[in-house]
């Protein structure tokens, strides 16, 4: 009986690693097969996630809060010299939780970017919040911070800034701004996991900031995210919020003998088994860094003659900003060149893509929000942008199919 459960879990793993293993080479040896295609996006996957996933369903406890979420939780503190960070079940569950901390009343107003992604909306107008946009900046797209302080009312609470291809916001003045009108600052850093702004983490710079670890980011656990608090006033609220209203994570230190329900709340945790993919991601968190800044620096140097040229423009990092390699994207002439370019490398076999169309145009952005001042770069720079294929392992063959296509367009 008891040979008969461990020869379960043996080939409940081996079966494991032999699918984890063929998705590794699959990923690898993409374009080898009859049909040959460059692809936008693989997950991460570094060879030790069925291990470690493994691990957790042998030990019974596939549940939240166990041990690799622990590690995780501890790893991105210690890493970000973060107060607290606490996994959740995506970036946008993270963004949630961040606005109901906030503690909104029914119409007050958050500002941030129309050029993002709706969960940085969504998460605002759950809280109760009216949305007023604000336009960005065309070199970095990020939010023009010269254009806050003149969107703010006397019921705005917040300003919600969105670093946009891991590129940093210009925090400095944001957070100056946000002190002198006694205004929240809640960081959506989804894509800016391991970028820094003047040697800080994001996510780590205003009160509440917000990860991603979806498959399209550059760490991952299929679905996932986290919270960082940088108010420990904020702590508790948060653990409640995340368990169900209940004061359960005081009850497990043994802080308090029994735990009820305390307050409203919600399920924010992530199951172990997600959180023993990230954390195998987490411990390779530089190679993949690295691989990816490989990429971004060749399609850089390679693109740089377009660019010259007056072609297209490419990507700008400020002085002072850390980015991550999260994408690459240029910026074609306009919407008609663009699509060009987009069909002429899938004729190619290379996907690309482009990126939000502004949330102030979008239905629902009609119905919860309104642009304050004038719509200058929102718009016209969306409508230039495509991002060429990125992810961890991108092969150097693949990387020069790219760049030798992108430059023959032009040609
Ligand atoms: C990916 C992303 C999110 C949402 O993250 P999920 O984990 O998919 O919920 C939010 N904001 C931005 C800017 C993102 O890129």
Redesign the pocket.
């Known amino acids: 009986m008891k040979n008969m459960a461990l020869l379960q879990k043996c080939v409940l793993f081996c079966g494991l690693r032999q699918i984890f293993s063929e998705i590794a080479i699959d990923g690898q040896a993409y374009g080898k097969g009859e049909y040959w295609m460059i692809k936008f996006n693989v997950p991460p996957c570094v060879g030790t996630e069925a291990e470690y996933i493994g691990q957790t369903i042998a030990s019974h406890k596939i549940c939240g809060d166990g041990p690799f979420t622990k590690q995780c939780d501890d790893w991105m503190e210690n890493r970000f010299s973060a107060q607290k960070v606490l996994l959740t079940t995506?970036?946008?569950?993270?963004?949630d939780m961040a606005f109901l901390l906030c503690d909104l009343q029914l119409g007050d107003e958050v500002i941030l970017p129309s050029f993002?992604?709706s969960?940085?909306a969504t998460a605002a107008v759950l809280a109760g919040a009216k949305l007023v946009f604000v336009d960005i900046r065309p070199d970095t797209m990020n939010i023009d911070e010269t254009k806050i302080e003149a969107a703010i009312t006397d019921r705005t609470r917040v300003i919600t800034v969105?670093h946009?291809a891991g590129v940093a916001c210009e925090m400095d003045a944001i957070m100056e701004i946000a002190r002198r009108h006694h205004l929240l600052v809640v960081e959506?850093a989804?894509?800016g996991v391991m970028s820094a702004y003047k040697g800080r983490a994001l996510g780590t710079i205003g009160d509440l900031g917000?990860y991603?670890?979806?498959e399209?980011?550059n760490y991952s656990m299929g679905?996932?995210?986290a919270l960082v608090i940088n108010d420990p006033a904020y702590n508790e609220r948060a653990e409640i919020l995340r368990e169900k209203g209940t004061n359960r994570a005081k009850f497990f230190r043994g802080q308090v003998d029994k735990y009820t329900w305390v307050d409203f709340g919600d399920s924010y945790l992530p199951s172990e088994l997600n959180a023993a993919y990230l954390w195998a991601q987490l411990e390779r968190a530089d190679e993949i860094n690295e691989d990816r800044l490989n990429t971004w620096r060749h399609y850089y140097e390679a693109l740089q003659p377009l660019a010259a040229a007056g072609k297209v423009d490419l990507p700008v990092v400020p002085d002072g900003c850390e980015h991550n390699a999260h994408m690459f994207y240029i910026k074609c002439r306009d919407l008609e060149e663009r699509t060009a370019f987009i069909s002429y490398l899938k004729k190619n076999d290379i996907m690309a893509v482009f990126h939000y169309v502004p949330l102030h145009s979008a239905p629902a952005g009609l119905k919860f929000g309104r642009f304050h001042g004038e719509d200058v770069y929102t718009t016209k720079e969306s409508e230039r942008l495509v991002r060429l294929p990125m992810y961890y392992g991108l092969s150097e063959e693949e990387r020069s199919a790219v760049i030798e296509s992108v430059l023959s367009f032009w040609r």
């Open positions: 995506s970036g946008t569950t993270a963004l993002t992604f969960s940085t969105m946009y959506d989804a894509q917000c991603s670890f979806h399209t980011k679905e996932g995210g």
